[in-house]
């Protein structure tokens, strides 16, 4: 009786334990398998999708905006400037003058008149002097300002490797093939196309000129010397 039961616990413990232990295991197996095939790497013949990597693109915009500036003006102003000069002038004086004369005696005769004589004066004018002066002028303007902006773009490992491969270089897949690719094929009983094969490719062999003539088959008929006759056909001999 114990080894029933002792048999049907350890039963019911197998029934338990075995769908875990096998999912595990199961699980571990295809760690290195394809989820689409379910074979390992080195015979998975699946083709990977490209991998889509997003690259900077600096992208550069230009707008005009009004800006105050200054700048430098040169004005020209005048400003009045004296000037001491010395200048002529007339000037109308009394004068007594003896216009007496003899008579048996000196008879004088006192009288007044003007007499006129020239005199220098000393004035004062003023003249314009011009001069130049600089002011800072306030004024408005559009100035071009560059602003820089970044936008991701979403691009494939393919495209990514033509724009950076040099000239003339091969170009890169970004679809891995499998090394055994071709025994796999073989053993899944595929083979290439006939027609497309290079046996069955037609050879093109150009054309090569001569010097035959298409009139070199004709013969003359009853023609001797002077009297070539008339042309026949071609040659039967």
Known sequence: MRFAIRLAVISLALGVCAPIVATRALAQGHVNCCN??????PRCCC?????????PVVETQYTQRQVLQERDQVATEYRAEPVQETVPATVVENVTVDEGGYQTVWVPRLISKPVARTVYQTRTSYRSVPYQVTRRVQEYAWQTVPTQTVRYVP????AVAARYAPYGAPAVSAVPVAPGLASNQSALGLAPDPRFSMSSA???TPQVSSNYSRYEEYQPVGGGYGNPGVAGGPSLS
């Open 36 to 41: 689409r095939c379910q074979l390992p790497v």
């Open 47 to 55: 083709v990977a999708g490209p991998k889509v990597t997003y690259q």
């Open 155 to 158: 691009t494939t490992d393919s």
């Open 202 to 204: 037609p050879v093109y």
